[in-house]
């Protein structure tokens, strides 16, 4: 079982997270103007890396709030966990 | 190849078994293949053994980057069905329990498929409404299939609580007779000494790293023994499928998780079919050697470390505890993952690409298993013809985009 940080709440068992998936993805700000591929790409198709893997999780049994895990897929270790603020965005200002 | 029979094998008991040949060669790859397919499990080797011997092609090789069935090949459960609700999915996988039926006699292999049953139980009404609808969909299919009740259930599996009192009751549940298990080495080793025969070269210990092109189109691919060259490249790499694409600068919507299963000590002959229910999240049944064979969800992120989290192992067991209330004191053996490809529709992708000469066959989740010979069959047909068999035309990569997917997860019967 992982050891997930909550940015709120702290170390908690991985059962009291729901996971949400690749973070980082951007709702396209007009999907009117995209092409049908490139809105299949968008809703669809995933990097679902080997190795480092921005994700998302959720502490639905603690606080319900969403943040950002970044997490090594084949070692499932966890470098760290951050809130979605954009100023703890990692490679972001 | 020499053939197994009763009579080689009285043959090499007079010799001590000390004659047997070697059920498939380890050559060196040549330089070039017309075709190359990635992926020595099940799925490969079918997909090599139909190209070689419905469409005539001669010059293939399966690369594998460790052995033969090392995969999900050799971590499944081992079941073989077909009752899926939509026309497309239970067709393919019709397809694939029909050469299942034969699959012993044309690969003179031994897959020990054993047609025990499958039962999937209902504990609610709404459960009951959705099998009945199934085993309809089945029957138009030309699927076999029935609707059984809680007793029909308790008088053919002894153990199993049928009591009104239990948490989740068991209403009913749909039964395919044709259904069952097959021996999941056996079906590796099977295929790949029968296309091995037909002059298939099974290259093992050897690791794609990159996929190469030129002008849009496939023509090879670097491994850790050297490059080859090739027209066509099958790429079948189940939970690594995104990696491979990645070498090819495509993107699949495909996400690989961690499948766990596991088997008990072995117990003398105590169920007979094999049980799988939704509701409660766990499937089962005995294996040969006796070992309750036992399988769980995937696990919920992402991950290729081929294991997963014990909670996910946990509520497997209580769900079988809850059904077989007999098997509390039974002990656990081992436990193991695999890497599942999941699709959001949970269903294949077997498929030309954007790239010429490159296909993909992937996405099968938690499933792949039972369509092992039927997926071989379809992607064989898809490399030989350069377009999809009518079978596996709606698994194309396209219905990502013009919407048409297939939506198998009330059937798949592994949560997603």
Redo the contacts between chains.
Sequence with gaps: ??LIKCPWCGDRA??EF??G??GGIQRPRDPDALS??EW??Y????????GA?K?LWNHSQGCRRWFGVD?D????AIERSYTLSAAEQPGES | MKKYSAFSLLRNALSYNRNWSEAWRSPDPQRKYDVLIVGGGGHGLATAYYLAKEHGVRNIAVLEKGWIGGGNTGRNTTIVRSNYLWTEASLLYEKSLKLWEGLSQDLNYNVMFSQRGVYNLGHTLQDMRDIERRVNANRLNGIDAEVVSAEQIGKAIPYINTSPDARYPILGASLQRRAGVARHDAVAWGFARAADALGVDIIEQCEVTGINRDDGKVTGVETSRGTIAANKVGVVVAG?A??LA?MAGL??????HPLQALVSEPLKPVLDTVVMSNAVHGYISQSDKGELVIGAGID??????QRG???TIEHTMQAIIELFPVFSRVRMLRMWGGIVDVC?DACPIISRTPIGGLYFNCGWGTGGFKATPGSGWAFAHTIAQDRPHELNAPFDLER???GALIDEHGAAAVAH
Excluded: W
Excluded at chain 1, 43 to 50: D, E, M, Y
């Design positions: 079982m992982l991985e059962t729901s996971y998936g690749e049908d591929a299949a790409d809703l669809f198709n995933r990097s679902n890396p080997r893997h994700e997490r897929t084949v070692s499932y | 690594n995104s990696v990645a993107r699949l919507p495909i996400e690989s919920a992120y992402n991950g290729y470390g989290s014990f909670h959001p990502f985009t013009s």
